[in-house]
T-cell receptor
Framework: SQQGEEDPQALSIQEGENATMNCSYKTSINNLQWYRQNSGRGLVHLILIRSNEREKHSGRLRVTLDTSKKSSSLLITASRAADTASYFCATSSGSARQLTFGSGTQLTVLP | KAGVTQTPRYLIKTRGQQVTLSCSPI?????VSWYQQTPGQGLQFLFE???????NKGNFPGRFSGRQFSNSRSEMNVSTLELGDSALYLC??????????????FGPGTRLTVL
């Protein structure tokens, strides 16, 4: 079963705009990871944020984590058509290595 | 460094048959996990292997099994296929280091269609 939800389920924006996706989860975590998936292919790892971190940047990506609200957000700045994909958050908890995924956000960036 | 590879990429089987999927992790990675992705259930964890031992298992029937070899390569097997087993099967590998920073890297997946 999925641990949490992602919001919105779908997002459509123009090239150059910023895209923000939100993720909520239910239990205590070790870390939260964001992945991108293009058209039913494999998952590409974007960024990992540890439970004791509040914000992390990587290129055009900015991730925040609020453990008190059990939520995270992914911001993609200056979006490009190539950013069109599904984005998933995944949490790791306890000593297990399994990831529990959110339901995903389908991002469409229009040229 | 080469990424996670999975073979075959596409597979068509009929109900009742069995199937074996293969995964080669990134060199040096010791943990291999398997996930099933379907439109209805999303991404769900199947099992994780480390040092040839299954460490963790998701909520799937016993028809789903796996193993890991001494070189960390892994296979998963699904017996007595059902229509509902049609899915994208994803393999992920990680160094299995410290839990807070352990990153899982995914392969391209095997698309299984059961007719």
């Amino acid at each position: 079963s999925q641990q949490g939800e992602e919001d919105p389920q779908a997002l459509s924006i123009q090239e150059g705009e910023n895209a923000t996706m939100n993720c909520s989860y239910k239990t205590s975590i070790n870390n939260l990871q964001w992945y991108r998936q293009n058209s039913g292919r494999g998952l590409v790892h974007l960024i990992l944020i540890r439970s004791n971190e509040r914000e992390k940047h990587s290129g055009r990506l900015r991730v925040t984590l609020d453990t008190s609200k059990k939520s995270s957000s992914l911001l993609i700045t200056a979006s490009r058509a190539a950013d069109t994909a599904s984005y998933f958050c995944a949490t790791s908890s306890g000593s297990a290595r399994q990831l529990t995924f959110g339901s995903g956000t389908q991002l469409t960036v229009l040229p | 460094k080469a990424g996670v590879t999975q073979t075959p990429r596409y597979l068509i089987k009929t109900r009742g048959q069995q199937v074996t999927l293969s995964c080669s992790p990134i060199s040096g990675h010791r943990s291999v996990s398997w996930y099933q992705q379907t439109p209805g259930q999303g991404l769900q964890f199947l099992f994780e292997y480390f040092s040839e031992t299954q460490r963790n298992k998701g909520n799937f029937p016993g028809r789903f099994s796996g193993r890991q070899f001494s070189n960390s390569r892994s296979e998963m097997n699904v017996s007595t296929l059902e229509l509902g087993d049609s899915a994208l099967y994803l393999c992920a590998s990680s160094l299995a280091g410290e839990a807070f920073t352990d990153t899982q890297y995914f392969g391209p997946g095997t698309r299984l269609t059961v007719l």
